[in-house]
Nanobody, 124 residues
C-alpha cells in the first residue's frame, strides 16, 4: 500500500506559477512511475504529465508542454509538478498517482494508488 499526499495548490492569478508536491509513504517510491492528473469541473480526469522511475523519461499533454515540468527527488520520496504561465483553464483538482511499474502510462486505470487531490484555481 502506498499513501500519497499532494500539496502546493491554491489560488493564483493568470500568468502565475505554482509548484505541486506529491509525497509518498513508501521508501521504494523510486521503483514507481508517477502521473499527474487534473479534473476540471464537469470534465473527466485527464493526465497532464508523467515521469518514469528514474526521472529519465517524461510525458506531457500538449496543453501543458512548455509550461509544466515534472521532476522527482528520490531521496525525498517526492515528485513535483512545476506549473508556470497558468491559465484559467488550468483550474481543477490535481492528483498524483503511482503505478506498479517503472514506466509511465497514459490511462488513469493503469495507476494503482492515488492521492486525495489538491485544488488549483487560476483567476483571470
Amino acid at each position: 500500500q502506498v499513501q500519497l499526499e499532494e500539496s502546493g495548490g491554491g489560488l493564483v492569478q493568470a500568468g502565475g506559477s505554482l509548484r505541486l508536491s506529491c509525497a509518498a509513504s513508501t521508501r521504494t517510491f523510486n521503483l514507481y512511475a508517477v502521473g499527474w492528473f487534473r479534473q476540471a469541473p464537469g470534465k473527466e480526469r485527464e493526465i497532464l504529465a508523467a515521469i518514469d522511475w528514474s526521472g529519465g523519461s517524461t510525458y506531457y499533454v500538449d496543453s501543458v508542454k512548455g509550461r509544466f515540468t515534472v521532476s522527482r527527488v528520490g531521496a525525498k520520496n517526492t515528485v513535483y509538478l512545476q506549473m508556470t504561465s497558468l491559465k484559467p483553464t488550468d483550474t481543477g483538482v490535481y492528483y498524483c498517482a503511482v503505478r506498479s511499474g517503472t514506466m509511465w502510462a497514459l490511462r488513469s486505470d493503469n495507476y494503482d494508488y492515488w492521492g486525495q487531490g489538491t485544488q488549483v484555481t487560476v483567476s483571470s
